[in-house]
């Protein structure tokens, strides 16, 4: 459930000092509390003056009173204003949060970006994971035609065992780790959300910690993996390594979505589903659907035969993945899937 996209645009060169910030949140909190007038206090009372006029109402806290009489005194006559104004401003806050909830439904719900061509072919990458293949030597996702493919040396010989792009020579399973860790270095996200994965599962000579996933995963997030988004929601979902934490899980799976991470849409849509936000569920499985994902096109299918969608949204749903298929469509992949059936893109 993305980025990938948390960077922010710096301000200009003339900043605000820190304490002229908070000097400046001062002043609104104050507005916003009702303390406009700080420098002298007036119980809304018997009328007296001071600076010890610190007796508030405890519901609206618009109004003083110099001690606990004036304010038991005075609660019959200020009952009404004060619903009133906690009235409005129950009113403001709802409206506040509706607002906030739209415009996060809006980024939420945006196509991602496409994802990147392969950088032999200049086709996009498929999405599904045996259509490509990450290179420890080089850091490039290449798919799967093009490692499938014969490579050639500088004469025109087929050379075997190479990497297609940059002619290194194929690792054995403790080469490529070692690869991957000098590629830690140069702060390749894939590699570092890799290196989590690895510590995750205690595979390739790693031992099992969630701790150390989670740093790794985050690391990689903020360099713009979706997928480390994606794990670290699932991290708080389940409870490894950190304590079982729904809302945050929700906040990083919806995180990796809008950075492009199909399963993690697909996961939203789903779970929108389960909680019969059927037109929710669509919106989700429809903007994976547009990334490759074969599963939320099945699952449009699955909600429209069963009358929560419409036919409208299936057949939408059909054209945007054959737009995708032909996308990502090759002979070359076509040979590669044809030869193997770990080579499959689509």
């Known amino acids: 459930m993305s980025d990938t996209s948390d960077s922010c645009k710096e301000l200009g060169e003339s900043k605000l000092d820190y304490d002229d910030v908070c000097e400046v949140k001062d002043m ?54 004060c619903e009133e104004h906690i009235r409005l401003a129950t009113e403001k806050h709802n409206e506040e949060l509706r607002i906030a909830a739209e ?3 809006i980024e939420l719900f945006k196509q991602p970006p496409p994802p990147e061509d392969c950088p032999i072919c200049f086709v996009h990458i498929p999405t599904m994971q045996t259509g ?3 290179m420890t030597c080089c850091g490039k996702m290449i798919c799967s035609g093009c490692i499938h493919a014969p490579v050639y040396d500088n004469q025109g010989n087929v050379v075997e065992d190479k990497c297609p792009f940059c002619r290194t020579p194929t690792p054995t399973s403790n080469e490529a780790v070692e690869r991957l860790k000098k590629r830690l270095k140069s702060d390749d996200p894939i590699a570092i959300c890799n290196h989590g994965n690895y510590y995750r599962d205690g595979m390739n000579g790693f031992a099992q910690n969630h701790t150390k996933a989670l ?43 809008m950075r492009g991470d ?12 389960m909680a019969g936000n059927f037109d929710r569920a669509v919106k989700h499985y429809m903007v994976a659907v547009r990334c490759g994902q074969n599963e939320s096109l099945e699952a449009i299918k699955l909600l429209y035969s069963n009358g929560y969608a419409t ?18 469509k090759s002979n070359q992949r076509d040979r590669a899937a044809s030869a193997d059936e770990r080579n499959r893109y689509y």
């Not at 109402?57 to 009173?65: E, F, G």
């Open 262 to 273: 199909e399963s993690a849409r697909h996961y939203l849509g789903y779970k929108e589903g």
């Open 132 to 134: 490509s293949k990450y």
């Open 103 to 105: 415009l996060h439904d």
């Open 215 to 257: 740093e790794l995963w985050h690391r990689a997030a903020k360099l713009g993996c979706a997928g480390a988004y994606c794990s670290i929601g699932y991290a708080y979902e389940n409870g490894h390594g950190v304590e079982v934490d729904k809302k945050k899980a929700l906040h990083y799976y919806e995180q990796a979505a």
């Open 28 to 81: 609104l909190q104050n507005l916003n509390t009702g303390d406009v007038d700080v420098a002298v206090s007036v119980c809304a009372n018997c009328g007296k003056e001071g600076d010890d006029i610190n007796n508030i109402c405890n519901k609206c806290k618009q109004v003083r009173y110099c001690n606990a009489a004036c304010k038991k005194k005075h609660r019959s006559k200020h009952k009404k204003d």
């Open 311 to 328: 036919k409208d949204d299936y057949t939408k749903a059909l054209q945007a993945y054959q737009v995708y298929l032909g996308d990502i």
